[in-house]
């Protein structure tokens, strides 16, 4: 632990902090850090999309992978741009275009809706159903290839416990915990003090 994070975890020590669960979230937001640096990269993506020969990028995938699998917070199955937008966290008109785009490329087809005629339908293609589940093969094939370095124990494990920390971070925001918004307010105050343009503070102090 390097000077700086001693003394950040010595004041939050201070204010109750438990300061052993406070190292664990250090280490914890080392490797989280790290781990979102690699998933922007996409570098299994990447190497999927190129070992297989599937000449789209990234950004198509992901829509194919919306469209194919429904995702928990999303309970239609019908799908159309809109869910598309949903799953992804897009904006609407960015999912129209790269439906249009997937349209010429044939892996996706449009039809109107069973439930409501004056709404439009996407759905993969046979060539979109054949690329999706070569990317998948290859993904399952990868990981699989890195688990069988595990006991089956550290996998029993793992599985769960993965589960568990990632649902938090889905819901983590709608967690309304007083203890919380305390260490938070006095956070926020501390800062403030500090920002340039505050009572006493300069911009070299900030």
Do not use: N
């Amino acid at each position: 632990m390097g000077d700086k994070d001693g003394a950040l975890v010595a004041q939050l020590v201070d204010q109750g902090i438990q300061r052993d669960l406070l190292e664990d979230a250090l280490e914890l937001d080392g490797v989280m850090l790290a781990w979102r640096i690699k998933l922007r990269r996409r570098k299994l993506g990447q190497r999927a999309l190129r070992e297989i020969g599937l000449p789209i990028d990234l950004s198509h995938l992901d829509v194919l992978m919306a469209i194919h699998s429904p995702i928990a917070r999303c309970d239609t199955d019908e799908v159309m741009v809109s869910t598309i937008a949903s799953r992804l966290y897009i904006d609407p008109s960015r999912a129209s275009r790269m439906v249009t785009e997937l349209l010429r490329m044939g892996l996706v087809e449009r039809s109107v809706s069973q439930r409501d005629a004056r709404r439009s339908v996407v759905t993969l293609s046979e060539a979109g159903e054949a690329a999706v589940a070569a990317v998948r093969k290859f993904k399952y094939i990868v990981l699989s290839d890195f688990l069988s370095g595990w006991t089956r124990e550290e996998i029993d494990t793992f599985k769960p416990l993965f589960q568990r920390f990632s649902h938090w971070t889905e819901v983590e925001d709608e967690i309304e915990d007083p203890a919380i918004q305390a260490y938070t307010d006095r956070v926020r105050t501390e800062l403030q003090a500090k920002l340039p343009g505050a009572g006493g503070a300069s911009g070299a102090e900030a």
